[in-house]
T-cell receptor
């Protein structure tokens, strides 16, 4: 079945460590890609998105993601995490030819130790 | 303030009862969505609507029903036929653009517990 996979379910890092969260999808064709974040007690909000163009996308709060078409991946990165980055992170894909739907990965819980 | 409101934040029901979750948006968005969030499973799409008086089933529509009588409102009814209704329910909205997807904006969610 076509899907979106996030490899890490729970990640624990110390402050200032670098972060990379994996996201792979199995849809062929043109896709649109998103990373959302859910901070404790807050709404799910958009971190960044890729529609076309430069495959390296920069988002809010120092996050970036790289779209690698040949690997069907859209990994999220941050060079130096902060305690305030503790949250749940979701990768989402808009499948080809469907402008409405988003298919979400399972989510990754990031815990940053001060 | 523009945004999406969901009420109530917590909802408790007895098994066998239908329950309706409210979702209202004042963003003037045409499209609205309902997701269910369970630990370790991410968000799964229940129903979505891209225009008033029209809606489509998502991936897990069984045991749920919706209506879209007004642009601003997209209530979700969890029926007694839903076998595992206890979950966190998220409503979202977006504009509709035919060329490619746009981001969805999410409400604060309703945590439903059925015992």
């Amino acid at each position: 079945a076509q899907s979106v996979s996030q490899h890490n379910h729970h990640v624990i890092l110390s402050e200032a460590a670098s972060l990379e969260l994996g996201c792979n999808y199995s849809y062929g064709g043109t896709v649109n890609l998103f990373w959302y974040v859910q901070y404790p007690g807050q709404h799910l909000q958009l971190l960044l998105k890729y529609f076309s163009g430069d495959p390296l996308v920069k988002g809010i709060k120092g996050f970036e993601a790289e779209f690698i078409k040949s690997k069907f991946s859209f990994n999220l990165r941050k060079p130096s995490v902060q305690w305030s980055d503790t949250a749940e992170y979701f990768c989402a894909v808009n499948p080809p030819s469907n402008t409405g739907k988003l298919i979400f990965g399972q989510g990754t819980t990031l815990q940053v130790k001060p | 303030d523009g945004g999406i409101t969901q009420s109530p934040k917590y909802l408790f029901r007895k098994e066998g009862q239908n329950v309706t979750l409210s979702c209202e948006q004042n963003l003037n968005h045409d499209a609205m969505y309902w997701y269910r969030q369970d630990p370790g499973q991410g968000l799964r799409l229940i129903y979505y609507s891209q225009i008033v008086n029209d809606f489509q089933k998502g991936d897990i529509a069984e045991g749920y029903s919706v209506s879209r009588e007004k642009k601003e409102s997209f209530p979700l009814t969890v029926t007694s036929a839903q076998k595992n209704p206890t979950a966190f329910y998220l409503c979202a909205s977006s504009i509709v653009r035919t060329a490619h997807a746009v981001e969805q904006y999410f409400g604060p969610g309703t945590r439903l517990t059925v015992t």
